[in-house]
């Protein structure tokens, strides 16, 4: 297993450029409605999830809310499978019975796609707590929004994971709104990490805008759970550029604040440190962007030409063996 | 069931038999919930299960129901076996969630990547006199989703069978077992024998000829107090014990209405909705020439649970009741 740190930086750039590329044609395939239900769009937050994924293994548990496309593209579900389950194909990474908030694929230990908010945290809780059952040195990262921290499930689960000392991240990926409503609105407190204090499980806050921000403050986390094991509770800033969902024109916010967040856009900015520091040349850039966009493209042709499920799906599944 | 050196038990200790044989069995089985371990349980289940396993597999929780069910279904997803204890079915109410849209959609949801092989169990129905949050038969309202399945154990030996079954079992299972019924006592296999009793296969308790009455958990005893009476009368009831709601033995009880051709069910939830109804709804559907008179109900009135005694005698089912019903469907 690829120790955290050894992680490209180059490659982490390719799986942002990969999961906005493609949730772009995603945009642009549900406008011309070709895909139906929900479509919650990540653009704008990419670093958050892709800083994680460089301060972890492959084998770590990585579980998330509805808007989840980024999660499963960030551990290496192909852009086909995620296509296709947009189209809900039989080749779709749920087989087209999940849809665009139940993205699951095992191979790649993403444990879903959630979409009661909040829901998935006690079942979070749960993995790390089979891995300290085991002795292993995983960690589970949960994923969720700053609307999640306000349902019981969500205080539940942190008092246990707590109580038990299980490895698990709780991973806010604050982008100011939960839907229409502001954190303001919602939340009591002025910081949300501060949450975290009241289940004594320890707080980071980290710049969301900032993949090696993430990654950084992530990796100290990680190392600190893997040699004892215990809950902690990230605060990840963030923005989404886009509405909640595809239905939503967003008018609950400024277009200076939209603004003054695309200003700080996370794959502009590492792509200017990579720059800077002569890791990436501009043609490098341009060819990751193009390879970016042709694969999202052929996602597409390839959840197009695939086929439907069969109506005996409908029964395949019910019932385990 | 004519094994030499039957033994008589409680229900109580042969759900502890079973719990400890699964316990140890497979180290990926694991006991949770409210007062299990310290305390021994709070009906006195998992008592000496602690001791014998540690509090590694035997784990107290604080009061959380949809916290700890919902860890129950997360260390399901990565390959453990929980069994998730309800200190009584009335409190999964607050778990509904998990029990409902995160145990069994997953299956479904993920394509078929993810079974919840997870066991929630614990005490469900009326109990005496704890009023109307306490006293909720919730079988008819798991029984409307799918990926669940539901058994309803009546006597020690079933208890026994049952959960085990369902502990070894891929899929979300719901053990419904009763307060009323954990000091009751009955013959069962010794301890060497491993009494595995299958999910959907029901139990004819009696033989008869005129009625089918049909039953399961608390209403067994109902059903055969009643038959009892019956058959003084010259009436011949074939007594049918459902043992799982879901999935429902349905040959076992056409098999009797084709004998008896009258039918009437004796259930511990409420009538609208509740199981009676899609029973009564599936024998007229698929054998409707078979019968002689319509199909009857004996279920809960339908209001909320009260407290007095009186009150609450008046609204369940007892076997006055049924012998009633019975008689309007012999016209007798």
């Known amino acids: 297993m690829e120790p955290a740190e050894q992680r490209d930086e180059v490659d982490m750039l390719w799986l942002m450029l990969l999961i906005r590329r493609f949730e772009e044609r995603a945009s642009q395939q549900y ?100 891995s300290k059952y085991r002795s292993e040195d995983r960690v589970t990262l949960c994923f969720f929004g700053d609307g999640a921290i306000n349902q019981g499930a969500f205080h539940e689960a942190l008092n246990l994971a707590a109580l038990y000392k299980l490895p698990v991240i709780f991973i806010c990926e604050n982008n100011l ?40 403050k992530l ?21 989404r550029y886009r509405g909640h969902s595809m239905s939503d024109p967003a008018s609950y916010r400024t277009k200076e604040q939209l603004e003054q967040f695309r200003m700080d856009d996370p794959i502009t900015r590492l792509r200017a440190q990579l720059t800077r520091e ?30 439907e499920p069969p109506l005996e799906a409908l029964y395949d599944y019910i019932y385990a063996q | 069931m004519t094994v030499i050196n039957m033994r008589e038990i409680t229900y109580r200790q042969a759900l502890n038999e079973a719990l400890a044989e699964e316990l140890e069995r497979d180290p990926n089985v694991f006991l949770m919930g409210e007062e299990v371990a310290e305390y021994n349980g709070a009906y006195k289940v998992s008592q000496g299960l602690l001791e014998r396993f540690g509090a590694k597999r035997i784990i107290d929780t604080p009061i959380s129901e949809n916290g700890f069910a919902g860890m129950g279904v997360g260390a399901a997803m990565v390959g453990l076996r929980p069994v998730i204890e309800f200190m009584t079915f009335s409190f999964s109410l607050v778990a509904f969630d998990q029990v409902v849209n995160n145990a069994p959609n997953m299956l479904t949801m993920s394509g078929g990547q993810f079974n919840i092989p997870i066991t929630f169990r614990g005490p469900n129905g009326p109990a005496h006199q704890l009023g109307a949050t306490h006293s909720h038969a919730t079988e008819c309202l798991y029984a409307n989703v799918p990926g669940l399945k539901i058994c309803t154990p009546a006597t020690p030996r079933d208890a026994k069978g049952l959960l085990k079954t369902a502990i070894r079992d891929n899929n979300p299972v719901l053990v419904l077992e009763s307060e009323l019924l954990y000091s009751s006592k009955g ?105 002689d008179a319509p199909v009857l109900r004996v279920a809960q009135e339908d209001v909320p649970m009260p407290y007095n005694e009186r009150l609450e005698q008046a609204i369940l089912p007892n076997a006055e009741k049924l012998i009633a019903a019975v008689h309007k469907v012999c016209y007798a």
Not at chain 1, 41 to 56: D, W
Not at chain 1, 187 to 215: C, W
Not at chain 2, 222 to 249: C, F, N, Y
Not at chain 2, 254 to 278: L, M, W
């Open chain 1, 31 to 130: 406008q011309a409605q070709k895909i139906g239900g929900f479509c919650h769009l990540y653009i704008g937050q990419e670093a958050v999830v892709v800083g994680a994924i460089a301060a972890t293994r492959d084998d770590d548990y990585l579980i998330t809310a509805y808007r989840d496309h980024a999660h499963a593209l960030a551990r290496g579900t192909t852009a086909d499978a995620c296509m296709a389950e947009l189209y809900g194909k039989t080749t779709g990474c749920s087989r087209g019975l999940g849809g665009s908030m139940h993205y699951f694929d095992k191979a790649k230990h993403m444990y879903g796609g959630h979409a009661i908010v909040g829901a998935h945290v006690p079942v979070a809780t749960g993995m790390a707590f089979a």
């Open chain 1, 278 to 307: 002569e890791k990436l040349t501009n043609e490098k850039f341009d060819e990751l962007d193009k390879r970016a966009k042709k694969t999202a493209l052929e996602s597409v042709k390839f959840a197009e030409e695939s086929d």
């Open chain 2, 187 to 291: 013959m069962i296999e010794p301890v060497e024998t491993e009494l595995l009793i299958p999910l959907g296969e029901a139990e004819v308790k009696r033989e008869g000829s005129d009625v089918t009455i049909i039953c399961y958990a608390q209403t067994v005893s109902i059903a055969l107090a009643a038959a009892q009476q019956l058959e003084d009368e010259g009436i011949s009831a074939d007594v049918i014990d459902l043992r799982s709601i879901k999935p429902l033995d349905e040959q076992a009880i056409y098999n009797s209405v084709a004998k008896t051709h009258r039918v009437v069910i004796v259930e511990q939830d409420r009538p609208f909705c509740g199981v009676g109804a899609e029973i009564c709804y599936r024998i007229q559907k698929n054998i409707f020439d078979e019968l």
């Open chain 1, 177 to 216: 709104f939960a839907m229409g409503t502001s954190v303001e609105r919602s939340t009591s407190l002025k910081q949300i990490v501060d949450r975290a204090e009241g289940y004594d499980i320890p707080g980071v806050i980290a710049d969301g805008m900032n993949f090696r921000d993430v990654r950084d």
């Open chain 1, 219 to 239: 990796t100290e986390v990680v190392n600190s759970i893997r040699q004892d094991p215990h809950p902690a509770f990230v605060e990840v800033r963030t923005y």
